[in-house]
């Protein structure tokens, strides 16, 4: 019968420390793994709003007039194709953006460059090298960015992170199988003589580590609840601290960061099968452990 013991496991001592232990472990590896997913849709996030996009910069120069330069880039950027779109940027819209880092005042003071945004046909190659150099003679002093760089950037910290988390994660778990074969191996010693008159009776050692394995799944299943809904209660709060964060005067500095924090369905999922699948590893550990532990003893 599926959860009978021959054996008193449930008032064994040497492992009612377990569901605690195992409740910190998949709280840890709950947020390694909700963060390393939630780094790899921030890349996807950012490959989507910068790949097949470009800005044009045309700052203040002394005897250019900054208007008409813009409308021989325009005309420029009209012929050249591979362009899907292109939307001038208002100095008023450009002045908002930095008005949360610089200050009102200071933004509408400032001499700031008058900004196109492009966005490129799908599947149409445009030499962008190129294009910088036309944009350049068509206006002297004008810059294409591409956002390669920032995009690379990007990249570099969502991967990082992503890398991280798993690596949190892998050590988690190892932590977490050390823990219950020492659990396992202890209960052996506290319950020798219990298991060596079920040996003498004829009970098979898989019927003994069949004992062990489904009270340390029980255990490890308790343990991995726990530590979910500690997890889940740090994600919501952190959004919500977030979410609370962004309504004030820096929106526009934080939201990369509530994209990052947004958990999507994956995460979810990922987190709802940490409990069962902390409970699956725990009794493969804790079968084999025992298996191993009375092939030595006999």
């Not at 949190?168 to 396992?184: R, S």
Request: hydrophobic share 55%; net charge neutral; with cysteine.
């Amino acid at each position: 019968m599926i959860g009978h013991s021959d054996l008193a496991l449930g008032r064994d001592s040497s492992t009612r420390f377990l569901p605690g232990l195992l409740a910190v472990m998949v709280y840890l590896a709950a947020l390694s793994t909700v963060g390393a997913l939630a780094a790899r849709g921030f890349v996807s996030d950012w490959d989507a709003r910068l790949s097949g996009a470009a800005t044009v910069q045309i700052p203040p120069v002394d005897g250019l007039s900054q208007q008409e330069r813009m409308d021989s880039v325009l005309r420029l950027l009209g012929v050249t194709p591979g362009i899907a779109s292109v939307q001038p940027i208002s100095p008023k819209q450009s002045a908002a953006l930095l008005a949360p880092w610089l200050g009102a005042e200071l933004a509408d003071a400032l001499p700031l460059p008058l900004l196109i945004d492009l966005r490129l046909e799908r599947g149409q190659t445009v030499d962008l090298a190129s294009l910088a150099t036309r944009i350049d003679n068509a206006a002297p002093g004008s810059t294409l960015d591409d956002h390669g760089r920032w995009l690379a950037e990007a990249r570099a910290l969502g991967n990082s992170m992503a890398i991280a988390g798993t690596c949190i994660l892998a050590v988690v778990l190892l932590a977490a199988v050390l823990a219950v074969i020492f659990a396992v191996r202890t209960g052996l010693s506290v319950h020798r003589d219990e298991i060596e008159v079920l040996n003498l009776i004829g009970a098979p050692d898989r019927y003994i580590a069949r004992q062990f394995q489904w009270h340390a799944g029980r255990l490890s299943l308790i343990g991995g609840i726990i530590g979910a809904v500690l997890a889940v209660a740090s994600i919501i709060g952190l959004q919500l601290g977030v979410s609370h964060w962004s309504t004030g005067a820096v929106e526009v500095g934080t939201s990369g960061l509530t994209s990052l924090v947004r958990i999507g369905w994956i995460e979810w999922l990922a987190l709802a099968l940490l409990p069962p699948v902390t409970a699956l590893i725990a009794m493969a550990t804790a079968r084999v452990s025992v298996q191993t532990a009375l092939a030595r003893m006999a």
